[in-house]
Each structure stands twice: as C-alpha cells, then as structure tokens.
C-alpha cells in the first residue's frame, strides 16, 4: 500500500527554463526562430534529395531520413517548451509525459542507427569503390532505412510499455523542459528496477556498438585515405565525409555527456544546456552542416533557387 505522503498523480509540472523573467521574451522568439529554420532547412534538404536527379546517392538517401528523424525530433520538443516559455512553466499529463518520451526515444534510436549506416555507406565509398554500386543498390538502402525506423519505434516500445504500467506519486514537479527517463523513473512510486535494466540492456548496443562501428570505419576511412599519392585527392576524399564527421561528433559528444557520464555530477543547469543542444542546437546545425560543406547540395541550391 502506498504511504501517507505518497499520492497518485495524472499530470506533472514541468518547470521548464527556470529564472528567465527577464529573457522571457527574447528566448521565446529565439527557440521559435530556431524551430522554423530548423523545420525548413531539414524539409529542403528531403525537397533536395527527391527532387534532384544529382542527389540520388545513397549518402544522400540516408541524410533525407537523418532530416526527417531531426524533424521529429525538434517537433517533438521545441514546441511544448515554447508553452513553458511563455507561461514560466506547465502542465503535462502522465500519458502525454510518456509520450513524447517515446517519440524522442524512437527519433534518438533511429538517428544512431542511420548515422551507422551513413559511415558504413561512405567506408564503402572510399574502402571500396568498385563494389560501392553492387552493395549499397536501391533495395540494400531502402532495407537499412526500414529497419532502423522499425528498430527505432519498436525498441522504444519495449521500453515505454512497462513506464505506462508504473504508478507515480507526488511531488509532481519535474525540473526540466521535456519528459526523460531519469524524472520518469524518478517520480514512480512502483519498482522500476526491471525498466533500468531493460534500459541498460537497450541502450548499451544501440549507443556503444553504433559509435564503436563508426570508430572502425573512420579508421579504415583514414588508412585508405592516407594511401592517396596527391595532397589534392586526399583532400577530396576527405571532404565526402567531413560532414558526417562534424555531425557524428557532435551527436555523440553530447549523447555521452548526457546519458554515460554519472548526472551526480551536473547541476540541473548543465543537463539543461546538454538537453537544448541534442534535441535543438543539433537537429538545427545538421543541415546548414551538409550543405556549408557539401558542394553537390550547394550547387542543388544555387539550381533550385535559380530556376
């Protein structure tokens, strides 16, 4: 039975970004500006790749998806905390805490896996050439899309069922500006030690595995391209996959800081700077990264705006 001072609760507060009074305003603007450019420039960069006949490469394929999966991703965030901007702070039901906890859970699991496909794609590219087309043809792409947006949604839902049969007890207050799992977990007055488990258990292999993968890759990547003869060809080469690079090591970067280095040492503050840039500053950055430093998407623009 459930103490005295341990009541069942439907709804929790979300305190959003605390302190900001004076700021208030200029925030709400700045996160709203952000949110609309970081919807058009992913949207363009899906117009590109299924509009454009010189962007149909895999690589392309897969940044389409990577765009679509950053889309969910900010959605799923920025306006809810927009809301808490501007009202300094509110309300969220249980099942719509659990919710967007889900969604951000399938976008972060199918962004892993697509950024794993997205190395393996340019290691086949630079490693080997000559069989590049034969592996990586149409049906080969379209299975590794699939398959990452089902892992994605179903992993998420083996972890999001059991959350939905916890109890949760008072206080309700939640000092953040999205539901994660630790205030989740935090707030249950059941036993949550399965779902922790079952969360190591998942998230070990769909983190690890992935980022140890794209470690392997990009040293083969160098080895390959330190071979090149000319300075010029190397810098080529290089440029194919600086992109995903940059994106890869500030995905990573910060899904580490976050969720693998003990949160005993972070204030709220600092999990809520970590938090705004993997579910903003990051789906935001990715795409004015791919076309900043991608000559083909460049030159899809300057012919798209031309015509």
């Known amino acids: 039975m459930?103490?005295?001072?341990?009541?069942?609760?439907?709804?929790?507060?979300?305190?959003?970004?605390?302190?900001?009074?004076?700021?208030?305003?200029?925030?709400?603007?700045?996160?709203?500006?952000?949110?609309?450019m970081a919807l058009n420039n992913n949207l363009l960069i899906i117009a590109l790749v299924s509009t454009s006949h010189q962007l149909q490469s895999p690589m392309y394929f897969f940044l389409a998806n990577l765009s679509l999966s950053?889309?969910?991703?900010?959605?799923?965030?920025?306006?809810?905390m927009l809301r808490l901007i501007w009202e300094e702070g509110g309300t969220i039901s249980v099942a719509g805490c659990i919710s967007q906890f889900y969604f951000f859970s399938c976008s972060g699991t199918t962004e892993c896996l697509l950024l794993t496909w997205m190395a393996y794609d340019r290691y086949l590219a630079i490693c080997h050439p000559l069989h590049y087309t034969i592996i990586m043809n149409l049906k080969f792409r379209c299975q590794l899309?699939?398959?990452?947006?089902?892992?994605?949604?179903?992993?998420?839902?083996?972890?999001?069922?059991?959350?939905?049969?916890?109890?949760?007890c008072g206080p309700n207050v939640i000092d953040h500006f999205f539901c994660d799992?630790?205030?989740l977990?935090?707030?249950?007055?059941?036993?949550?030690?399965?779902?922790?488990?079952?969360l190591y258990f998942l998230s070990v292999p769909l983190t690890l595995f992935p980022f140890g993968f794209i470690i392997?890759?990009?040293?083969?990547?160098?080895l390959t391209i330190?071979?090149?003869?000319?300075?010029?060809?190397?810098?080529?080469?290089?440029?194919?996959?600086?992109?995903?690079?940059?994106?890869?090591?500030?995905?990573?970067?910060?899904?580490?800081?976050?969720?693998?280095?003990?949160?005993?040492?972070?204030?709220?503050?600092?999990?809520?700077?970590?938090?705004?840039?993997?579910?903003?500053?990051?789906?935001?950055?990715?795409?004015?990264?791919?076309?900043?430093?991608?000559?083909?998407?460049?030159a899809a623009l300057r012919r798209t705006f031309h015509n």
């Open 2 to 36: 459930l103490g005295k001072n341990q009541t069942i609760i439907t709804e929790f507060l979300l305190l959003g970004l605390e302190n900001i009074h004076s700021f208030q305003m200029s925030l709400f603007i700045l996160f709203f500006l952000v949110y609309i």
């Open 70 to 80: 950053d889309i969910l991703l900010i959605t799923i965030i920025v306006p809810n």
């Open 145 to 168: 899309v699939i398959w990452s947006w089902f892992f994605g949604f179903l992993l998420a839902l083996l972890l999001i069922l059991p959350i939905s049969q916890l109890q949760f």
């Open 181 to 183: 799992f630790a205030p």
């Open 185 to 198: 977990v935090k707030h249950s007055c059941s036993d949550t030690s399965f779902i922790e488990i079952e």
């Open 216 to 222: 392997v890759t990009y040293v083969c990547i160098s």
């Open 226 to 298: 330190l071979r090149i003869p000319s300075t010029t060809g190397r810098q080529k080469t290089f440029s194919t996959c600086s992109s995903h690079l940059t994106v890869v090591s500030i995905y990573y970067l910060t899904l580490f800081t976050i969720y693998v280095v003990p949160s005993r040492g972070h204030s709220f503050n600092i999990n809520k700077v970590l938090s705004l840039l993997y579910t903003v500053i990051t789906p935001f950055f990715n795409p004015i990264i791919y076309s900043l430093r991608n000559q083909e998407i460049r």
